[in-house]
C-alpha cells in the first residue's frame, strides 16, 4: 500500500543548530508539501515541492522524487520552530494527499 | 490566509447520536478534505471532494458521510458517534490536487 514515512520521529536541538527531516515514499509522487503545525495546533503550508529545491528564509526543502525522498532543512533553529513537521503526497493520480507520521522538533532556548 | 472556517470548534456528544461538521471556504477551491488527527497517526484521510456533488473515500471512511451541495461547503456527518471517533477533525481546501493544500482551524469533538 501507500507508504509515507518520515525520520526522526523526534527530534531535541539547541537554539542555532541545523537540522534536517526526512520524508521517504513508496510511490511515484505528484504532489509533495511540508507543513509546520505549532503547539497551537495551527497547520502551515511551508512548501510545495514536487521536485527539485525551493528556500524561504531559513527554511529549505529538497525532494529527489526519482529516489523518493524529500528532506526539510531548518537552519539556525528558533524557540518559534517548534512543533511536528508533516509531509502530505500524493502518490500516483488518484487525488487522495496521505501524511507521514510527524517528526517533532523541540527547541531549546 | 486561506478563508476557511470549520464550526463548531469544539464540540462534546453522547455516543449514538448523529453529529454534523461543517467546512465553509470563501476561496472558491474545487477541492475540499477531511482529516481526522490523534496521537501516533498524524493525520488520516476521511473523504475528499474534487467538485459540488463530486466526493470519494479516503483511508479512514468507515462511520463516516459526506456532501457538498455547494462549492464553498463541505459537511462531515457521523451518523451514530462513537468513542473511537473522538480527535480533533481537519478540513483542508486546494485549488486542484496538485496546488497547495490549506487548512482550517480544526473542531475538537469527544464522544463520551
Known amino acids: 500500500g501507500i507508504q509515507v514515512e518520515q525520520s526522526p520521529p523526534d527530534l531535541i536541538l539547541q537554539e542555532g543548530a541545523n537540522s534536517t527531516l526526512r520524508c521517504n515514499f513508496s510511490?511515484?509522487?505528484?504532489?509533495l508539501q511540508w507543513f509546520h503545525q505549532n503547539p497551537w495546533g495551527q497547520l502551515i503550508n511551508l512548501f510545495y515541492i514536487p521536485s527539485g529545491t525551493k528556500q524561504n528564509g531559513r527554511l529549505s526543502a529538497t525532494t529527489v522524487a526519482t529516489e523518493r525522498y524529500s528532506l526539510l532543512y531548518i537552519s539556525s533553529s528558533q524557540t518559534t520552530d517548534s512543533g511536528v513537521y508533516f509531509c502530505a503526497v500524493e502518490l500516483g493520480r488518484d487525488d487522495k494527499i496521505i501524511f507521514g507520521k510527524g517528526t517533532r522538533l523541540h527547541i531549546l532556548p | 490566509d486561506a478563508g476557511i472556517t470549520q464550526s463548531p470548534r469544539h464540540k462534546v456528544t453522547e455516543t449514538g447520536t448523529p453529529v454534523t461538521l461543517r467546512c465553509h471556504q470563501t476561496?472558491?477551491?474545487?477541492?475540499m478534505y477531511w482529516y481526522r488527527q490523534d496521537p501516533g497517526h498524524g493525520l488520516r484521510l476521511i473523504h475528499y471532494?474534487?467538485?459540488?456533488?463530486?466526493?470519494d473515500k479516503g483511508e479512514v471512511s468507515d462511520g463516516y458521510s459526506v456532501s457538498r451541495s455547494k462549492t464553498e461547503d463541505f459537511l462531515l456527518t457521523l451518523e451514530s458517534a462513537t468513542s473511537s471517533q473522538t480527535s480533533v477533525y481537519f478540513c483542508a481546501i486546494s485549488e486542484d490536487s496538485y496546488e497547495k493544500l490549506f487548512f482550517g482551524s480544526g473542531t475538537q469533538l469527544s464522544v463520551l
Open positions: 471532494s474534487y467538485g459540488v456533488k463530486d466526493t
Open positions: 476561496e472558491n477551491h474545487r477541492y
Open positions: 510511490d511515484s509522487v505528484n504532489n
